[in-house]
């Protein structure tokens, strides 16, 4: 099942955004995403979050228009887009496309870049677009299928440490079991040669992000 979810960032790509809403079978709003959907002439199925960036009239008029509304305390343990994405993986999403994600807050968004980290979200695809770029997590033990068109750009970057045994296909600088070391740059602006590509490490967390042209 494929899931999109507008959180609460920015959505400076409205052509763009409306490409990825051209085939889902849940969409969710997290908290103030509603004003993207708005924004997008979208209905979400799932309004989800503390809600604290709507208003009453804005709420009834969601709830009006039969979306279901799931509403959390402020004082919460995850933001409102985990919520949102823990939703999701609930219903049985094996795909999530988050809109959204990155804004002003550098604190907001950087959790949002490392919540498909969590342990028990990684086996899920959950991909970050901002325009033409496409942000995914790979973790130690998978395989990440890398979708595009040929001269798209990929940049692979370590997190929390060296990424060992990197094997990469589709690409123009191919990795053959090898290491990126934290800090380093080594893997920046590489070159997808085929329409797909992938990405499979043995240990450590990879950042792989993807312009499209």
């Known amino acids: 099942m494929r899931t999109i979810i507008l959180a609460n960032g920015e959505l400076n790509d409205l052509q763009a955004a409306r490409a990825a809403l051209s085939n889902y079978d849940l969409l969710?709003?997290?908290?103030?995403?509603?004003?993207?959907?708005?924004?997008?002439?979208?209905?979400?199925?799932v309004l989800i979050g503390d809600l604290d960036s709507l208003g009453a009239q804005e709420l009834e008029a969601f709830r009006a228009a039969g979306v279901k509304i799931?509403?959390?305390?402020?004082?919460?343990?995850?933001?409102d887009l985990e919520l949102a994405v823990r939703y999701a993986q609930e219903q049985g999403a094996g795909e999530i496309v988050?809109?959204?994600?990155?804004?002003?807050?550098?604190?907001?968004?950087?959790?949002?870049?490392?919540?498909?980290?969590?342990?028990?979200?990684?086996?899920?695809?959950?991909?970050?677009?901002?325009?033409?770029?496409?942000?995914?997590?790979?973790?130690s033990g998978e395989e990440l299928e890398l979708r595009g068109r040929p001269g798209d750009t990929v940049s692979l970057?370590?997190?929390?440490?060296?990424?060992?045994?990197?094997?990469?296909?589709?690409?123009?600088?191919?990795?053959?079991?090898?290491?990126?070391?934290?800090?380093?740059?080594?893997?920046?602006s590489n070159v997808l040669t085929n329409s797909r590509g992938s990405v499979r490490v043995r240990e450590g967390t990879v950042l792989c992000v993807v312009i499209h042209q």
């Open 98 to 139: 988050i809109l959204a994600a990155l804004g002003a807050r550098w604190d907001m968004t950087l959790a949002n870049l490392l919540l498909p980290a969590a342990a028990d979200l990684s086996r899920l695809r959950i991909s970050l677009l901002d325009g033409p770029q496409e942000i995914l997590l790979v973790c």
């Open 157 to 188: 970057i370590p997190l929390g440490g060296d990424a060992h045994g990197l094997t990469t296909q589709g690409l123009e600088y191919p990795l053959h079991d090898e290491t990126l070391y934290f800090g380093k740059t080594r893997g920046i």
């Open 70 to 79: 799931i509403r959390y305390s402020t004082r919460k343990d995850y933001t």
């Open 28 to 45: 969710i709003a997290a908290d103030g995403g509603a004003h993207h959907c708005a924004a997008l002439g979208v209905t979400p199925d």
